[in-house]
């Protein structure tokens, strides 16, 4: 079963503003994970933030974490067309990740 | 240097057939996973092997099993193929399982007719 719910489902943005998505779980966690997938092919590893981090950065993606509320969210800044992608918020589970449905991001050149 | 390889890339069965689908890791990854991808939807996870051991399994039949070779490469297999088992077969390895950083393939794009 899915773990993450990620939210919105489908979001359309013009190149140079900032999107935002969010993730929520529903189990404690050791760390959440968020992948990008383009066309329905393989998935490419964004970031991760452990438990214990509140926010992380990397290039122009910035990532929180607030496990009291069981969210995350994952902004992306100064968005080109190239974004235009799936993203997905995984948790881990034991030995295993669960992922959500996906936020399908579209950026309008 | 080679990322994670699956084989085939596209593949149509018949109902009832039965299929296997390749996956070889980036050198040095002990750990390979499997995941079901049906369009609009999240990877749903199947199984994790680590060090040629069953690790977890997803909920998903018994129709549905994996191995993983000495060279850690691995293999899924489908028996009793149904129309619902059409989907995209994510492979991802890692360096030593769990919710690590994981690095997927470009799948396999199985179509049951």
């Known amino acids: 079963s899915q773990q993450g719910e990620e939210d919105p489902q489908a979001l359309s943005i013009q190149e140079g503003e900032n999107a935002t998505m969010n993730c929520s779980y529903k189990?404690?966690?050791?760390?959440l994970q968020w992948y990008r997938q383009n066309s329905g092919r393989g998935l490419v590893h964004l970031i991760l933030?452990?438990?214990?981090?509140r926010e992380k950065h990397s290039g122009r993606l910035r990532v929180t974490l607030d496990t009291s509320k069981k969210s995350s969210s994952l902004l992306i800044t100064a968005s080109r067309a190239a974004d235009t992608a799936s993203y997905f918020c995984?948790?881990?589970?034991?030995?295993?990740?669960?992922f959500g449905a996906g936020t399908r991001l579209t950026v309008k050149p | 240097d080679a990322g994670v390889t699956q084989s085939p890339t596209h593949l149509i069965k018949t109902r009832g057939q039965h299929v296997t689908l390749r996956c070889s890791p980036i050198s040095g990854h002990k750990s390979v996973s499997w995941y079901q991808q049906v369009l609009g939807q999240g990877p749903q996870f199947i199984f994790q092997y680590y060090e040629k051991e069953e690790r977890g399994r997803g909920n998903f039949p018994d129709r549905f099993s994996a191995r993983q070779f000495p060279n850690y490469s691995s293999e899924l297999n489908v028996n009793a193929l149904l129309l619902g088992d059409s989907a995209l077969y994510l492979c991802?390895?890692?360096?030593?399982?769990?919710?690590?950083?994981?690095?997927f393939g470009q799948g396999t794009r199985l179509t049951v007719v």
């Open positions: 995984a948790t881990d589970n034991n030995n295993d990740m669960r």
């Open positions: 991802a390895s890692s360096l030593r399982g769990g919710a690590t950083e994981a690095f």
């Open positions: 189990t404690s966690i050791n760390n």
């Open positions: 933030i452990r438990s214990n981090e």
